[in-house]
């Protein structure tokens, strides 16, 4: 009986500790925080100041810099070398898509399935034909682009902070995040699709308006040279790989390592998830049909590499062979 009533506290034992280990603390002010800081801003100015091609990257070292001890910076590069050269590869060869002889005959048959999908309608066009005013900017307008912007910046800052609480997990990000851009970039190759934004006149007129691309219009609201500038650089390398949408599939992988880091966290993922999908097409960044094979495929990644770590890694591991055992007696 003592040993029943054990097990459940052993069990919440193990749980607390699990979630102290996946818990993400907030960083403290410090000297060395200070230092961090001035040395992060300082190569980003920099990188402003003589070659902005440089910049995403440079946010991403600001961020490293802030949050990775210095005890563990060769750790941190043997993990992000392969992490950088993923999204590196994805990118030169997601700029080849609109290229091939299938980018002109297939570039509109997405378009053309969402609109007998909604009853000859974009939900992109219903959307914004009852929320958006050409001719005033809404503050939703603002929050919706600054949610698709944010994908330039929170999936490394969670992958960093996930690596540092828990590198088993990161891996298991890594692995994941390379089959969902892999998959990706194979669909972009089968089927280059332009975005709402850009459908051909015949899409989108005289029968429905065309869809606007409200993004660039906030961007240029804000600051029109500087945005088109820092779009150049971390912006789209392909306006003609819309689907899948990597904007959802990345933002929806990300709720899996959140959820270990408690229910608050993998909730507030979910939320950031479902509006980072209402975002894309609300602005005419993304078909519902790309936002949802986006999430399929991250869906699909993130347990395939499960199953894959669980399954299939144990048996193409060389079998260490322990040394037998002796007593002290045989001594």
């Given at each position: 009986m003592n040993s029943q009533k054990r097990q459940p506290e052993v069990e919440t034992t193990e749980r607390s500790l699990a979630s102290e280990r996946y818990r993400w603390s907030p960083i403290r002010p410090s000297r060395s925080l200070a230092v961090r800081l001035a040395l992060a801003s300082g190569l980003v100015i920099t990188a402003i100041l003589t070659n902005r091609s440089f910049l995403g990257w440079g946010l991403f070292v600001l961020f490293a810099i802030l949050v990775v001890p210095i005890g563990r910076a060769r750790s941190f590069a043997i993990?992000?070398?392969?992490?950088?050269?993923?999204?590196?590869?994805?990118?030169?060869?997601?700029?080849?898509?609109?290229?091939?002889?299938?980018?002109?005959?297939?570039?509109?048959?997405?378009?053309?399935?969402?609109?007998?999908?909604?009853?000859?309608?974009?939900?992109?066009?219903?959307?914004?034909?009852?929320?958006?005013?050409?001719?005033?900017?809404?503050?939703?307008?603002?929050?919706?682009?600054?949610?698709?912007?944010?994908?330039?910046v929170i999936p490394h800052?969670?992958?960093?902070?996930?690596?540092?609480?828990?590198?088993?997990?990161?891996r298991r990000y890594l692995a994941s995040m390379t089959m969902v851009l892999a998959?990706?970039?194979?669909?972009?190759?089968?089927?280059?699709?332009?975005?709402?934004?850009?459908?051909?006149?015949?899409?989108?007129?005289?029968?429905?308006?065309?869809?606007?691309?409200?993004?660039?219009k906030v961007g240029k609201q804000l600051g029109g040279g500087l945005y088109q500038a820092t779009y150049d650089v971390i912006g789209e390398s392909n306006p003609w790989a819309a689907m899948p949408s990597i904007h959802m599939a990345i933002t929806v992988l990300l709720v899996f390592p959140a959820f270990r880091?408690?229910?608050?966290?993998?909730?507030?993922?979910?939320?950031?998830?479902?509006?980072?999908?209402?975002?894309?097409?609300?602005?005419?960044?993304?078909?519902?049909?790309?936002?949802?094979?986006?999430?399929?495929?991250?869906?699909?990644?993130?347990?395939?590499?499960?199953?894959w770590s669980r399954r299939v890694a144990p048996l193409v591991r060389p079998v260490r062979r322990r040394p037998p055992e002796h007593s002290l007696a045989d001594a």
């Open positions: 993990s992000f070398v392969p992490y950088a050269a993923v999204w590196f590869a994805f990118t030169a060869m997601r700029s080849l898509a609109d290229e091939t002889a299938l980018a002109d005959s297939l570039s509109s048959v997405v378009g053309n399935f969402e609109r007998r999908l909604f009853g000859g309608r974009l939900p992109s066009i219903m959307l914004q034909d009852r929320f958006y005013d050409r001719n005033h900017l809404h503050w939703y307008d603002y929050l919706c682009t600054f949610v698709h912007w944010s994908y330039f800052a969670v992958a960093i902070r996930t690596w540092y609480k828990d590198p088993m997990l990161f998959i990706g970039l194979a669909l972009y190759f089968m089927i280059p699709s332009r975005p709402p934004w850009n459908l051909p006149e015949e899409l989108s007129s005289p029968s429905q308006p065309v869809v606007q691309r409200i993004m660039a880091a408690g229910r608050r966290w993998g909730y507030l993922a979910l939320a950031y998830a479902a509006l980072m999908g209402y975002s894309l097409v609300y602005l005419g960044e993304h078909y519902v049909v790309d936002v949802t094979i986006g999430t399929v495929i991250s869906t699909y990644s993130w347990y395939a590499v499960g199953t």
